[in-house]
T-cell receptor
Framework: AQKVTQAQTEISVVEKEDVTLDCVYE???????LFWYKQPPSGELVFLIR??????QNEISGRYSWNFQKSTSSFNFTITASQVVDSAVYFC???????????FGTGTSLTVIP | NAGVTQTPKFRVLKTGQSMTLLCAQD?????MYWYRQDPGMGLRLIHY???????AKGEVPDGYNVSRLKKQNFLLGLESAAPSQTSVYFC????????????????FGPGTRLTVL
């Protein structure tokens, strides 16, 4: 079974629209970490955020915000007023404290149309 | 600091040839990882290492070998390349020590694009 599921394969929005990227995870550990990475067309992987399982506070960083809900095992990512530069593939990932591995979702490809 | 570097950036092999991909990090990280990225598959873990001299299999280890002779280097080898190994390969490193500002974040290299004909 997939530990991290990103059900949205591709999303297209028009510039300035808000968009939410979904991430659902599965773990039995009580201590774990969730991440979002961005992969722009240039190919590198850019770290966006880390959240640990004990911190359910939502976080906002500029136009980016993250909604962590343990009750639904979700860690969703919202981009407000999207811009063309936001066009990229976004990956959600899980790391369990008891293990040594990171588990990545299959990614969501976001296209922002000018 | 250079962070995580990968050599080479691009390579074309013929079926049956061998090659080694080099990953180097200058952040004194204990943990290092090799992933492959294929369209629609996300990042899949090939092998990883939790310290010098130790390696472990990930999700898709077949056809690959690794070595971690020095803490800063993690080598990925293909003994007999196959077209199914055409992919983009990413190396990553992380420190598991709590209390550090970047605890458990993975730092990625720029990737190696490998084509096997």
């Amino acid at each position: 079974a997939q530990k991290v599921t990103q059900a949205q394969t591709e999303i297209s929005v028009v510039e300035k629209e808000d968009v939410t990227l979904d991430c659902v995870y599965e773990t039995r550990d009580t201590t774990y970490y969730l991440f979002w990475y961005k992969q722009p067309p240039s190919g590198e992987l850019v770290f966006l955020i880390r959240r640990n399982s004990f911190d359910e506070q939502n976080e906002i960083s500029g136009r980016y915000s993250w909604n962590f809900q343990k009750s639904t095992s979700s860690f969703n990512f919202t981009i407000t007023a999207s811009q063309v530069v936001d066009s990229a593939v976004y990956f959600c990932a899980l790391s369990e404290a008891a293990g040594n591995q990171f588990y990545f979702g299959t990614g969501t490809s976001l296209t922002v149309i000018p | 600091n250079a962070g995580v570097t990968q050599t080479p950036k691009f390579r074309v092999l013929k079926t049956g040839q061998s090659m080694t991909l080099l990953c180097a990090q200058d952040m004194n990280h204990e943990y290092m990882y090799w992933y492959r990225q294929d369209p629609g598959m996300g990042l899949r873990l090939i092998h990883y290492s939790v310290g010098e001299g130790t390696t472990a299999k990930g999700e898709v280890p077949d056809g690959y070998n690794v070595s971690r002779l020095k803490k800063q280097n993690f080598l990925l080898g293909l003994e007999s390349a196959a077209p199914s190994q055409t992919s983009v390969y990413f190396c990553a490193s992380t420190s598991p020590k709590p209390g550090t500002g970047n605890y458990n974040e993975q730092f990625f290299g720029p990737g190696t694009r490998l084509t096997v004909l």
